[in-house]
């Protein structure tokens, strides 16, 4: 059993930046891939990034590359998410997600359907 706790989140102007960072107990080894996920008030939850353990390959949504960077720090078990140039719309809360599955391609680790295990969620609210 995997257990997840998000830290980082708070009240940020746009443009600003934060560090979110997940940090996994438990059976950590079994991991395969962890994954940030974000949900707007009256929106669906939606993939913001994904890195996996063993290869460190990560993929981003569209709307957030280029200002967004996982990364992964296997002494510690965490995965962090820096976000860089905040815009309002990125306000939302923030999850984080493992999976033990093992996929040959990142694209599988996109969906939240991939996911077993899930924080709580932290909040991240970026005022115009």
């Known amino acids: 059993q995997v257990q997840l706790a998000e830290s980082g989140g708070g009240l940020v102007q746009a443009g600003g930046s934060l560090r979110l960072s997940c940090a996994a107990s438990g059976r950590t080894f079994t991991r395969a891939a962890v994954g940030w996920f974000r949900q707007a008030p009256g929106k669906e939850r939606e993939f913001v990034a994904t890195?996996?353990?063993?290869?460190?390959?990560?993929a981003y949504a569209d709307s957030v590359k280029g200002r967004f960077t996982i990364s992964k720090d296997g002494a510690k078990n965490t995965v962090d998410l820096q976000m860089n140039d905040l815009k309002p719309d990125d306000t939302a809360v923030y999850y984080c997600a493992s999976t033990t599955l093992n996929y040959p391609y990142i694209q599988y680790y996109q969906t939240s359907r991939t996911y077993d295990t899930w924080g709580q969620g932290t909040q991240v609210t970026v005022s115009s």
């Open positions: 890195v996996t353990l063993r290869g460190g390959s990560t």
